[in-house]
């Protein structure tokens, strides 16, 4: 079991960048494939990134695609999401999660759900 802790969120305006840290309990971490998701007012939950357990694998979103990072440190045991260039419709709550079986491919797919959730941070894009 995993115990996952957002930060990093907060207002920004267009434009602007926002650095998001999951940190997550226990020694297995680095067991564990991660991903950022969100779930804007009115909308579904949507996939944003995900990335392997080793870090060598990583997907994006296509409306993310080439403006948000994702990476992770095993060693401490925390994950980030560098996001550049945000615009309103980046305006959500972002959540991170866990999961030792789905993998990063799966998690980009609403159809599959990682087992473990943070409590998510707010990120606010204004124009």
């Known amino acids: 079991q995993v115990q996952l802790v957002e930060s990093g969120g907060g207002l920004v305006q267009t434009g602007g960048s926002l650095r998001l840290s999951c940190a997550a309990s226990?020694?297995?971490?680095?067991?564990?494939?991660m991903g950022w998701f969100r779930q804007a007012p009115r909308k579904e939950r949507e996939s944003v990134a995900t990335?392997?357990?080793?870090?060598?694998?990583?997907y994006y979103a296509n409306s993310v695609k080439g403006r948000f990072t994702i990476s992770r440190d095993n060693n401490k045991n925390t994950m980030y999401l560098q996001m550049d260039s945000l615009n309103a419709e980046d305006t959500a709550v972002y959540y991170c999660?866990?999961?030792?079986?789905?993998?990063?491919?799966?998690?980009?797919?609403?159809?599959?759900?990682?087992?473990?959730w943070g409590q998510g941070t707010q990120v606010t894009v204004s124009s």
């Open positions: 999660a866990a999961d030792r079986y789905i993998t990063p491919a799966q998690a980009m797919d609403t159809r599959y759900q990682y087992t473990y």
């Open positions: 226990g020694s297995t971490f680095r067991l564990y494939n």
């Open positions: 990335i392997s357990s080793s870090g060598q694998t990583t």
